[in-house]
């Protein structure tokens, strides 16, 4: 039996997790959520419209010392009892990362136990594992990992050996519906906005871009570009606003008084359901050709943007068909979270991992697992 303790700070959510893992003599594993505390700040940048690194490091050095002593009081446990001190070393925020990091290795060495520098990305890629039976061990699947900084296509061997098949070359899914949402003046994060606006509206109303979709050149198959939709939304919001402006001009010369521009709701909702769709399309399309490429009976969505309904739903559809399982995680494990770093550490422990060295840093830009 092994208690392993997880700190997460790499962006904008400040997190501790503690589990309990144990495998019988049959190999069987089972891993309990003895805690699992996230403090948002997601109301502290929604001002700006984005995370400000500053305000981020601060309220994780804030946050981190009360987070730790609640989830020790939640798992009923001392920090005596901890085997494995796990710290999200990267990618993320610089400023953010150290903060959980240096706290994880801190612990490590004032208890004389063990410490894993942790990769954020693996955390998410594994998560949709926790909690499903033994026939859905990790390996042998296709992960799809869609967050705000990534979006990836990642083939699991096996814990630990990972082959990313393709990213994005510019911006991420995540920040695709951010940055959309930021130009359709709606609340940050952008995701969960535009997924409710897109219910009510028409997903075939605009002709939004599917980059990538059909690349056939070796290497770049499974690659992923969101940055064209960006730009075609820029254009359909100024064809809008120039619609406006010539429907403003006629009731000026017909005498009626003129209004600012506003988008109409139910134009809104059209363009939200129809950006949403265009992004849902090249993630569905590409993750089912790599999953049947690679002859992967399991696919694995994690991150942030696992969260939206609509895409889960068309996804499990277009997979099932093939026969392939979708496996998910509950939406609080998609968003970042200190639990799926715990357990990676503990995939990482039963793949025999060792004590990473005290010396390790902090590693911002994401280089590979
Ligand atoms: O994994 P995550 O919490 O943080 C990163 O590691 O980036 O992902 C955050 C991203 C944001 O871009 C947010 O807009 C997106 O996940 N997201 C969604 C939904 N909920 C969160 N995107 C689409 N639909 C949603 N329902
Ligand atoms: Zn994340």
């Not at 305000?55 to 946050?63: F, G, N, V, Y």
């Not at 926790?130 to 990790?138: C, E, F, H, P, T």
């Not at 590409?286 to 049947?292: F, N, P, Q, S």
């Not at 942030?304 to 996804?315: E, M, S, Y």
Request: net charge negative; aromatic share 6%; proline share 3%.
């Amino acid at each position: 039996m092994m208690y392993i303790l997880a700190l997460e700070s790499s962006c904008d959510e400040t997190a501790v997790a503690i589990i309990r893992g144990c495998s019988d003599t049959h190999g069987v594993e089972n891993v309990e959520v003895l805690a699992n505390c996230v403090a948002s700040q997601i109301d502290i940048h929604k001002v700006y419209g984005g995370v400000v690194p500053e305000l981020a490091s601060r309220e994780h050095t804030k946050q981190l010392k009360p987070l730790l002593e609640m989830a020790l009081e939640q798992a009923g446990v001392t920090l005596q009892d901890i085997d494995v001190f796990a710290g999200t070393a990267g990618p993320g925020l610089s400023s953010s990362l150290l903060i959980g990091h240096s706290a994880a290795k801190m612990l490590a060495v004032a208890s004389g136990k063990t410490y894993y520098a942790m990769n954020h990305m693996e955390g998410h890629l594994l998560s949709p594992f926790l909690g499903k039976s033994q026939s859905v061990a990790v390996g042998q699947a296709m992960g799809l990992v869609v967050s705000g900084g990534h979006t990836m296509l990642v083939d699991i061997a096996r814990v630990g050996q990972y082959h990313i098949l393709g990213q994005t070359v510019d911006d991420a899914a995540g920040e695709a519906f951010d940055k959309g949402a930021r130009m359709l003046k709606l609340a940050y994060p952008g995701g969960p906005e535009i997924e409710k606006l897109a219910k009510l509206g028409n997903p075939q109303a605009y002709d939004f871009p599917r980059s990538m979709l059909h690349e056939k050149e070796e290497g770049k198959q499974h690659s992923f570009s969101f940055s064209g939709l960006k730009t075609s939304l820029y254009y359909t919001l100024q064809k809008e606003e120039q619609k406006h402006q010539r429907e403003q001009k006629a009731k000026h010369q017909a005498g009626e008084s003129e209004q600012e521009f506003q988008l109409a709701p139910a134009v809104l909702n059209d363009i939200c359901a129809s950006f949403q769709q265009a992004i849902i399309d090249v993630l569905v399309e590409k993750t089912l050709a790599a999953a049947v490429k690679h002859k992967r009976s399991v696919v694995a969505i994690s991150g942030g943007v696992a969260c939206n309904k609509t895409l889960i739903t068309q996804l499990q559809s277009r997979l099932n068909k093939r026969g392939i399982e979708l496996l998910t995680a509950d939406n609080a494990l998609n968003t970042d979270n200190a639990l799926m770093i715990a357990y990676a550490a503990w995939q990482r422990h039963q793949a025999g991992q060792v004590s990473d060295s005290l010396e390790a840093g902090i590693y911002p830009r994401f280089s590979g697992f």
